[in-house]
């Protein structure tokens, strides 16, 4: 595990690789906020390892673990408004692609779910400057297909179950 830049929500749009994605739900903002507190369903329905490192209630400063195969990740949350926005930075990874890396989740109700903005920003070590362009497709390939469960689990639909 190597250690990662702290990025506060003020600096994440001056990191030089940008992506947003923008997706409506048909969950409410308060459903995808309470999921993100459920590691047992996102362990069941996406195939994550989650382990919360820091006790509820959630706010900046939570951390928690995320595995998936051989990746391991320990994020720490910066900004926390349930059913608003998150943000949120990789304080540790075992990958070398990254020196900062920083996600914020803005939320919006809308009628019948809610409208959800995904911002990444990173700023890539010398080898990841090189896997820039297939780490673009594949953070917004990845998104995408993770929405329809992303919004189940929200939802607490288990027809989304793998």
Known sequence: MRDHEPVSPSQHTSLPVQLEQTVELLCTPEQLFESFARAQDWREWLGLGVTWTSPAPFGPGTTRIIRSGPVVVEETFTEWE???????????????????????????PRAGGCTLTWCVGIRPTTLGRFFTPLLTTLLRSGFRRGVPKLDALARGDRVAKA
Request: charged share 10%.
């Open 82 to 108: 349930p059913g608003s926005q998150m943000s949120f930075y990789f304080s540790q990874s075992n990958i070398p692609l990254f020196r900062q890396f920083a996600e914020r989740w803005t939320v919006h």
